[in-house]
Nanobody
Framework: QVPLVESGGGLVQAGGSLRLSCATS????????IGWFRQAPGKERKWVAA????????YYSDAARGRFTISRDSARNTVYLQMNNLKPDDTAVYSC?????????????????????WGQGTQVIVSS
């Protein structure tokens, strides 16, 4: 099991910003593709964004595109999710997940079933 530790969640007003972090090991950072998912109370888990291990290519859900940015910092072995212009509908527990291998297509990265390891999640609450 790979280490994945999320942080950065909190309470923010609509229109505000948060930056979530997913800290991991160097081995994971170099070899695993990382996805961010979120789950609102009473709803199913949904994919938000992903970044590939090999090329750093990024993908976004329709809800995230234009407002969220996924990035990575090799010096810190950390993947970030910068969230801007937050809306009450963004309220959820956000989790990062990792899947090993060379994946450059978006389709598998959107599917939570592909991921091998998950962090514990961080709560994001957006007030109106």
């Amino acid at each position: 099991q790979v280490p994945l530790v999320e942080s950065g969640g909190g309470l923010v007003q609509a229109g505000g910003s948060l930056r979530l972090s997913c800290a991991t090991s160097e081995q994971t950072f170099l070899n695993y593709n990382i996805g961010w998912f979120r789950q609102a109370p009473g709803k199913e888990r949904k994919w938000v964004a992903a970044i590939t291990a090999k090329s750093g290519r990024t993908y976004y859900s329709d809800a995230a595109r234009g407002r969220f940015t996924i990035s990575r910092d090799s010096a810190r072995n950390t993947v970030y999710l910068q969230m801007n212009n937050l809306k009450p509908d963004d309220t959820a527990v956000y989790s990062c997940a990792a899947v090993l291998g060379t994946i450059e297509d978006e389709a598998p990265l959107r599917d939570s079933g592909w991921y091998d390891d998950w962090g514990q999640g961080t709560q994001v609450i957006v007030s109106s």
